[in-house]
């Protein structure tokens, strides 16, 4: 499921299953690719991720559960008339018999005025409840709906985003020739960039604890005009810096990078992009029979011509 999952997902998004090599001599081309435990990390971040939104279903199931629970609550409590108080009997007393101290005490005392706090209060509940009336019996539904939507599209995410963090890790590709270097990663944002030995001018190692652990390390080619020390969250994304993100071989890359770029500049062989009519001139498949023929006549000419020169004077009118 998993392998047709990635067969669509490279259709649909439309990327080459491969890149082309770049120019070089084609006994030389060498691919390398990321290492396998970088997709094990992948594969821990993928994990991590899906059990973190686990949590939030159902943190959010909780809360919006308690949330109508309190609403049915007061709503319960608002549709209840408020009971009226009764004044407490007053015991019988004779007609004539004048109040004392103690009855006069058992008189209630008059209301106060509300304070702005307190009439503040009652009308915020007097919304609330006409709020709950009005929209109670529709907000609640549609949040059980948002809610199991989400579930849904969780359970449908899990094969696609699996599917993409293995494309994503077979999408890094590292082609190295004799001439120049071309690498390529990314499904839904594809880089490709190729960086000619002619401008290549520090190669180095790094790596980081995680990849320590895990046997895996970045080589990064810095070329010509890239100078100076840039941010290492956008060092990637440089037109002058190629990272060969977690190879398990960082040390044999490093090695056959700068071993081949000294071949190159021994050799003398410049920029392939300089000459490309001079490639265009070389390319397998063209009739050069004339040029051929041209070429061994002036050859003959020019060696009669040597042979009447070196004859001396009196030779050559024979």
Do not use: C
Not at 5 to 13: D, P, V
Not at 17 to 42: D, T
Not at 234 to 263: P, W
Not at 285 to 297: K, M, V
Request: proline share 8%.
């Amino acid at each position: 499921m998993v392998d047709r999952l990635r067969q669509f997902l490279l259709r649909f998004l439309r990327v080459p299953p491969e890149p082309q090599p770049p120019i070089g001599a084609p006994g030389s081309i060498m691919v390398f690719r990321a290492g396998r435990n970088y997709f094990k990390l992948r594969l821990l971040r993928w994990g991590v991720t899906q059990v973190g939104a686990v949590f939030g279903i159902i943190f959010s199931l909780y809360f919006f559960g308690q949330v109508e629970a309190k609403f049915e609550a007061a709503a319960a409590a608002a549709a209840q008339p408020a009971p009226v108080a009764k004044p407490p009997a007053a015991a019988s007393a004779p007609a004539d018999a004048t109040p004392g101290p103690a009855a006069a005490a058992a008189e209630p005392a008059p209301e106060r005025p509300r304070s702005k706090q307190a009439r503040r209060d009652r009308v915020r509940d007097e919304r609330a409840r006409q709020f709950i009336e009005r929209w109670g019996p529709w907000i609640f539904p549609g949040l059980r709906l948002l809610e199991y939507g989400a579930i849904a599209l969780f359970i449908l995410q899990i094969p696609v985003t699996l599917a993409a963090t293995r494309l994503e890790f077979e999408q890094h590709w590292y082609i190295v020739t004799d001439r120049s270097l071309r690498i390529r990663n990314g499904i839904f944002q594809l880089t490709e960039s190729t960086m000619s030995f002619a401008n290549l001018q520090q190669v180095e190692v790094k790596q980081g604890p995680l990849q320590r652990l895990l046997g895996l390390a970045d080589v990064r080619v810095q070329s010509a005009g890239g100078g100076g020390v840039q941010d290492e969250k956008h060092a990637g994304d440089s037109l002058h810096t190629g990272i060969f993100h977690s190879v398990e071989n960082a040390n044999e890359i490093r090695d056959l990078i700068l071993t081949r770029l000294r071949q190159f500049r021994q050799a003398g062989l410049g920029d392939p992009d300089d000459h490309p009519q001079a490639e265009a001139a070389l390319e397998p498949g063209d009739d050069h029979t004339d040029t051929l023929a041209a070429a061994r006549e002036l050859l003959a000419e020019a060696r009669a011509l040597r042979a009447v020169v070196t004859a001396g004077p009196g030779r050559a009118g024979l």
